[in-house]
Structures are given as structure tokens and as C-alpha cells.
């Protein structure tokens, strides 16, 4: 996965555990999880006409 391995995604975890604490943690994960919701929903969807309707 993106040629990352165990030690350097432990490094990376420790790092947002050290800046935003673990507090902020389930709030970011969620966050995350909306977005990462609401970009497969748009890319899935049927594309959108905007063009607009000759009167």
C-alpha cells in the first residue's frame, strides 16, 4: 500500500498522536471516514448535466 510498511506507518501514527493528541483522534477518524464516503458517493454517482436549458 503505497510503499509503506509496518515501521514507517508506526512513525507516522506516533507523529499525529504527538500534534493532535489523543483526544482529537476519534474526531479525525470520522472525518476522514465522511470524506472518504462523500468522495467514493461522487466518483460512483451519474455524471451531473449542468448545462443550462434552452428556453
Not at 512513525?11 to 483522534?25: D, E
Not at 476519534?26 to 434552452?54: C, H, Q, Y
Request: no cysteine; net charge positive.
Amino acid at each position: 500500500m503505497f510503499g509503506l510498511g509496518t515501521t514507517e506507518l508506526i512513525v507516522i501514527l506516533a507523529i499525529v498522536l504527538i500534534v493532535f493528541g489523543v483526544g482529537k483522534l476519534p474526531e479525525i477518524g470520522g472525518g476522514m471516514g465522511k470524506a472518504l464516503k462523500n468522495f467514493k458517493k461522487a466518483t460512483s454517482d451519474e455524471e451531473i448535466d449542468v448545462t443550462p436549458k434552452k428556453r
